[in-house]
């Protein structure tokens, strides 16, 4: 006898919630609800001139930072390129201090020295926030030997834009990582455009993961838009990565909803107002609110009480960012030069 299609559903939604406790299921949900928010925030103190310099803003690739950063420990790295916020949100960074930094305060993760795209926590073992692109590759690489000179179970977590798999950097380091064993996991977040450029005119291959293929390494695409996919993906190759030190290039398929940096519309010339309605519909946020849905884990007050609460937590950082003091003119010549205590 055939198993009820009710049945059928619901195991399938409980195979894909992977045996994960409600609580940390939750805990996704509205850490990418305050990402969303806390990025819709930026671009509006963006325009008012509260934020200054560069600012690349994370909307619609929600998913892979929280997918990816949950499938390591807290004492693991996390190093990325300018696109960071969200990033540094998932590794546990106060969001009220990257508030501070990204206004220029005294109170922000780099004093308001660093700005939008050096967010930085060494408590948090997250590495910034790197402007020049593909700069943090090979030191990803650096971070992963170090880890395992010392002989410590630990990985690295290395995001990067898919532009920067076109320079030399990604090259070297992608080569030194399998040729010595570094526990780095590389993920490509492919979000089709590197700037006003469209992926197949700057990239001799539009699979990107076949560019671990000269290095021997373990490699995967994955759609971006779903955060239990991002996890169960990022989770195996950091487990594998844990037990044998070996490194895996992960492709992550995701889309930006706003422009590359605040400087550039949110269309731009590059691609249509269609494309990016379409890209909508595929928003991660409400995909997940659906799985939940249907696993009967949350509600519509659920969410309407989660809106509340993020929104709450957002307008709390720009309080507190706001209230903040601007930093010392002598802090300028501090931290240019690193004191070894000699």
Not at 44 to 63: K, P, R, V
Not at 271 to 289: G, H, N, S, Y
Not at 310 to 334: G, H, M, R, W
């Amino acid at each position: 006898m055939n198993e009820p299609l009710t049945a059928v559903k619901e195991s399938r939604i409980e195979s894909k919630l992977q045996g994960l406790p409600k609580k940390v299921l939750l805990g996704w949900y509205d850490e990418m609800l305050l990402s969303r928010r806390f990025e819709e925030k930026c671009a509006q103190l963006y325009q008012m001139g509260q934020i200054g310099g560069f600012c690349h803003l994370y909307n619609g690739q929600e998913a892979v930072s929280t997918g990816a950063i949950h499938a390591i420990n807290h004492d693991d790295y996390v190093i990325t390129a300018y696109r960071d916020h969200v990033q540094a949100i998932s590794k546990g960074v106060d969001p009220k201090p990257i508030m501070a930094e990204l206004l220029q305060k005294y109170t922000g993760t780099t004093k308001g020295k660093g700005g939008s795209m050096h967010i930085f926590d060494r408590d948090k073992n997250f590495l910034g926030g790197h402007a020049i692109v593909g700069s943090h590759i090979p030191i990803a690489a650096g971070v992963a030997f170090a880890a395992k000179y010392r002989n410590e179970r630990k990985v690295c977590l290395c995001f990067m834009g898919d532009g920067a798999t076109n320079i030399g950097t990604f090259h070297e380091a992608l080569n030194l990582a399998s040729l010595w064993k570094l526990p780095v996991i590389y993920i490509i977040e492919n979000n089709l455009y590197g700037m006003g450029t469209a992926v197949e005119r700057a990239s001799a291959v539009e699979d990107l993961t076949k560019k671990a293929l000269a290095y021997d390494m373990r490699s995967a695409v994955i759609g971006g838009h779903d955060v239990l996919e991002v996890y169960r993906t990022i989770k195996s190759a950091v487990d594998h990565a844990r037990e044998t030190y070996e490194p895996s290039l992960i492709e992550v398929r995701t889309y930006r909803y706003r422009g590359h940096s605040q400087s550039d519309p949110v269309h731009g010339h590059y691609r249509t107002k269609e494309e990016v309605e379409e890209e909508r519909k595929k928003d991660p946020i409400l995909i997940f609110a659906g799985v939940l849905k249907s696993a009967n884990l949350i509600d519509d007050d659920y969410i309407e009480s989660a809106e509340k609460k993020v929104k709450k937590i957002v307008t709390e950082c720009v309080q507190f960012a706001e209230n903040s003091p601007e930093p010392p003119l002598d802090e300028l010549y501090k931290d240019v030069y690193y004191d070894s205590g000699r």
